[in-house]
């Protein structure tokens, strides 16, 4: 199930490729994989769902998060909300937690208060706490 971070930003746990029409339908324009390949028994490829994203017209980001998130992971994600212009990103990875810290950072790098977002975040069933230390006031 995704839940919505923002008016341009989803997040959810693991999806499948059979699941990426219906991302396009939500006007879902790029999806970022947030979860490194084999990171679960019986996990989906990500060229599988780059696939089906291609075969909707929805761009493919892999930025996977794994032991912690790095620098280049943040301005990765970052780029990639940029990238999505107009259209709605939807990140996912196990649970959609790592692609809400990562969307939080990267947000506040653009200045967005930490009081929205952890307002965004909330709303989403999601707690900044791990990443609050990254964040600006």
Known sequence: MHRQLDEKTY???QIHPD???????????????????????????GEDIEAAAKAAGID????????GM???DVEAM???IHSAGDG???AFCRSGNRSTLAWAIARSEDGVSREELDRC???AG????????LLRD
């Open 19 to 45: 699941e990426v029409q219906t991302l396009k339908e939500l006007g879902v324009t790029l999806i970022v994989n947030n979860r490194p390949d084999n990171e679960d028994v019986g996990q989906p490829e």
């Open 126 to 133: 999601f707690d900044l706490g791990p990443v609050a230390h």
């Open 78 to 80: 970052r780029e990639a």
């Open 121 to 123: 975040a909330s709303q």
């Open 60 to 67: 493919y980001r892999h930025v996977p998060i794994a032991r």
């Open 70 to 72: 790095g620098p280049s």
């Open 88 to 90: 709605k990103l939807f």
């Open 11 to 13: 997040v959810s746990g």
